[in-house]
């Protein structure tokens, strides 16, 4: 008979049972939302404070529950820092910092790049080190990175949070430049606004991020250009060899302009000969020869005829 009733009550539970929490990290959850109806959470205090007079707050200010197991009404987006208390003590004995994640909203936290992505990530060569960038929504003044990890084949990459929490420099030491690159990285980074969380994935291999620094153009004379691969460009050349696009825009207009002369160059050409009698700009860029991804900025140098200025 008690069993049965056990039994019922269990389901009855169940049923009327609070929405299952992620945890993110120690004292940080997420709840998952897909609309803005309420849900019911259980939150606990400790183990150890269990059968004592606990009582709570909701961002510093006092709410009815009590005890060392509560059940906290969530609201539409309205997370919160759940602090519990002894009574008639101010010290904080534990707390539950509760993030909403609107699954199927707009995500609002971070803005778009310009080619659509979130999180953008770059390399600026094979040596295992990448960066990743992301830009804040204007109007997000309460943010903070939550949580962040960069995984290969189950392994954690070295990965340092940027001072200004924009951007993660990472370094893959299991990396290797001269082999296939079997595996992808799997980037999971976890941002909010006050309570609101927003979760970000990206999947990429080195491979695909490689963009050469600027092309270091060394000598100019004569309308003869020579340059040398970025300094910061993967050696030896023979393994990693840099493609150049050489432009010639007319006078006054910068390295985007289009409909002028474009030639492509050899992977080892390094020198250019320019055929103008008037003033004009000179563009060149590098791409991976091999892999043809991303190409570099573009570095430029302004001939005035009888006299040069340097610009690059
Ligand atoms: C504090 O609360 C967290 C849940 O937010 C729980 O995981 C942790 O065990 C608690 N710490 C102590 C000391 O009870
Ligand atoms: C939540 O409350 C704890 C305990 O007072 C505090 O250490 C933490 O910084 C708070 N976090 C946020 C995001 O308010
Ligand atoms: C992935 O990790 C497993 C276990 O550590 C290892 O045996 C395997 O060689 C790794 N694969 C690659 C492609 O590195
Ligand atoms: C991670 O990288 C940073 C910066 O390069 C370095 O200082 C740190 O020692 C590295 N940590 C590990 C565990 O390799
Ligand atoms: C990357 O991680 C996410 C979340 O952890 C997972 O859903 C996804 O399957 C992973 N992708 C790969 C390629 O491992
Ligand atoms: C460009 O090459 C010159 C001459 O070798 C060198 O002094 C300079 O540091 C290089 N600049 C860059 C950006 O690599
Ligand atoms: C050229 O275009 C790129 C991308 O559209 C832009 O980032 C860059 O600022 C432009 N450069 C100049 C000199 O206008
Ligand atoms: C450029 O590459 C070609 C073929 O790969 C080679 O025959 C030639 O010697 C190279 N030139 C220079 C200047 O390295």
Redesign the pocket.
């Known amino acids: 008979m008690s069993k049965i009733v056990f039994l019922i009550l269990q389901a009855v539970l169940q049923l009327a049972g609070s929405t299952s929490l992620r945890i993110l990290k120690s004292n940080v959850v997420a709840l998952d939302v897909s609309d803005l109806s309420s849900s019911e959470v259980s939150l606990q205090c400790g183990e150890q404070y269990e059968g004592e007079q606990i009582h709570w707050e909701r961002n510093e200010r006092s709410i009815p529950e009590t005890g060392n197991r509560i059940t906290v009404t969530i609201d539409g987006l309205r997370g919160g820092n759940f602090t519990c208390h002894r009574a008639n003590h101010r010290d904080v004995l534990n707390y539950t910092l509760l993030l909403v994640h609107p699954v199927s909203f707009p995500k609002g936290v971070l803005t778009q790049s310009t080619h659509r992505e979130f999180v953008s990530c770059f390399a600026r060569n094979y040596n295992g080190q990448f960066h990743c960038s992301w830009k804040w929504h204007q109007e997000r003044k309460e943010r903070a990175v939550v949580y962040f990890a960069a995984i290969r084949?189950?392994s954690l990459i070295n990965c340092t949070l940027d001072s200004d929490i924009s951007g993660l420099t990472c370094i893959d030491q299991n990396y290797c430049p001269y082999s296939e690159e079997?595996?992808s990285i799997n980037l999971t980074l976890f941002v909010r606004n006050l309570y609101r969380l927003e979760e970000h994935q990206r999947t990429f291999f080195i491979r695909d991020i490689v963009q050469p620094d600027k092309v270091n153009i060394t000598k100019i004379q004569d309308d003869l250009f020579e340059w040398r691969p970025p300094g910061t460009w993967s050696l030896p050349c023979s393994f990693f060899p840099l493609s150049y696009e050489v432009k010639v825009a007319p006078n006054n207009h910068n390295c985007n302009h289009t409909g002028s002369r474009v030639e492509k160059l050899e992977a080892n050409v390094t020198h250019y000969k320019v055929n103008s009698k008037k003033p004009y700009t000179f563009c060149i860029r590098a791409q991976d020869t091999i892999t043809k991804t991303l190409w570099s900025e573009w570095s430029h140098h302004h001939i005035r005829k009888h006299r040069h200025t340097s610009e690059q």
């Open positions: 084949n189950s079997p595996k």
